[in-house]
């Protein structure tokens, strides 16, 4: 048994030491705050939004075909939702050394061509995508506030089609919203997140 319990030490010291989170976040989870800078230079945070009851976080970039195919029905939602209390916040987490068109400045022509309405945020350090748990690009977590902080409510995939919004038969991120806007208990917590996948620094 000691045995046991040392290996395990050793593998969370080992995951620590290379920058990963040994689990990734869940819902029930209370989630971290952060401080991003984003395209239109300012610094922004979950206490950024005083009136928000929650958010959509998206971890995205510019780059993926799975992220481009998803960009309008994510300025969708934060359309839909933002009045509601739950505004999209994208951000953008993968190395810049693999893929110059993730980096900052050609994240700001993207935000700007395609009409975001939405924060749009660079993780350089990656720290925050680490500390989420997040693996793919799109990858939503949707956090409800309780009390004085944020609690996961869902975790994964927009909906079940990135071909084609039309084949959409389950809008999983916006139902688990609706869930929680009735006061509701979210039905469906998590799916598997479909997309490219981070691209983490050597």
Known sequence: M???RFGFATLVVVFLLLGFRPVAYVPGDVATDFN???VDGKNYSLSSFKDAKGFII???????PYAKAYEQRIIDLDKKYKSKGYPVIAINPNDTAQY???????MKIRAESRGFTFPYLWDESQS???????????????LQKMAASWMVKYV????????????VTEKYAENALDNLIAGKEVAIKSTKAIG???KWKH
Request: charged share 20%; proline share 6%.
């Open 36 to 38: 991003l800078p984003g």
């Open 100 to 106: 110059r068109e993730d980096a900052l400045d050609s």
């Open 2 to 4: 000691n045995r046991n």
């Open 128 to 142: 925050i995508a680490k500390i989420y748990g997040a693996e793919k690009t799109p990858h939503i977590y949707i």
């Open 58 to 64: 998206v971890f995205t970039c510019n780059h993926c």
């Open 156 to 167: 994964g995939a927009i909906d079940n089609n990135y071909k084609d919004p039309a084949l």
């Open 196 to 198: 490219c996948s981070i």
